[in-house]
T-cell receptor, first 111, second 116 residues
Framework: GDSVTQMEGPVTLSEEAFLTINCTYTATGYPSLFWYVQYPGEGLQLLLK?????DKGSNKGFEATYRKETTSFHLEKGSVQVSDSAVYFC??????????FGTGTLLAVQP | DTGVSQDPRHKITKRGQNVTFRCDPI?????LYWYRQTLGQGPEFLTY????????KSRLLSDRFSAERPKGSFSTLEIQRTEQGDSAMYLC??????????????FGAGSRLTVL
């Protein structure tokens, strides 16, 4: 069945460092891909999405490109801030109309 | 629009008791989803509705779990004869079926269940 694999955390960075969180997927057909973020004490929020190959989703300085050839959707940000500290979830939505999530990656940004 | 609302936010119960959670989706959304999240894991799909019809239920879902969406608006998730393994955050989400393109889910803050 469909699945998502993302890098384990925690990822600890200093402020203004470059961030990459890897995400790969397995799916039949052509899923839509998402990154959701969960800030401490808050609910899941959509960060960005991409619906087809080579699409780039972007929001709040974060970017991810839908790579069909490598079945990947890696999350990147050029300069992280303390306020970016959160748990990041990669997810896909395929033919079954439900979101399938990875296990999440905890990001801790230190000043 | 107040987003997706869930009630209660926290529930502590004794093993063997029944619990019920309520979810009020975004009013114009016709799809409603229930997920379960345990510490250190991603949300796990439980079931979803389109309007009042329950279209899919996870095979992992025990018979002790039942969900309803009687009028296609709010939904309830009931857990009967709770077990300690049911302790988790129960998440509700809603979306608008647009037929094509990304099905973007909006999540509520969750209902945390602790079974003693």
């Amino acid at each position: 069945g469909d699945s998502v694999t993302q890098m384990e955390g925690p990822v600890t960075l200093s402020e203004e460092a470059f961030l990459t969180i890897n995400c790969t997927y397995t799916a039949t057909g052509y899923p839509s891909l998402f990154w959701y973020v969960q800030y401490p004490g808050e609910g899941l929020q959509l960060l960005l999405k991409a619906t087809k190959a080579d699409d780039k989703g972007s929001n709040k300085g974060f970017e991810a490109t839908y790579r069909k050839e490598t079945t990947s959707f890696h999350l990147e940000k050029g300069s992280v801030q303390v306020s970016d500290s959160a748990v990041y979830f990669c997810a896909l939505s395929g033919a079954t109309n439900k979101l399938i999530f990875g296990t999440g990656t905890l990001l801790a940004v230190q000043p | 629009d107040t987003g997706v609302s869930q009630d209660p936010r926290h529930k502590i119960t004794k093993r063997g008791q029944n619990v019920t959670f309520r979810c009020d989706p975004i009013s114009e959304h016709n799809r409603l989803y229930w997920y379960r999240q345990t510490l250190g894991q991603g949300p796990e799909f439980l079931t979803y509705f389109q309007n009042e019809a329950q279209l899919e239920k996870s095979r992992l879902l025990s018979d002790r779990f039942s969900a309803e969406r009687p009028k296609g608006s709010f939904s309830t998730l009931e857990i009967q004869r709770t077990e300690q393994g049911d302790s988790a955050m129960y998440l509700c989400a809603s979306s608008q079926n647009v037929g094509t393109g990304a099905n973007v889910l909006t999540f509520g803050a969750g209902s945390r269940l602790t079974v003693l």
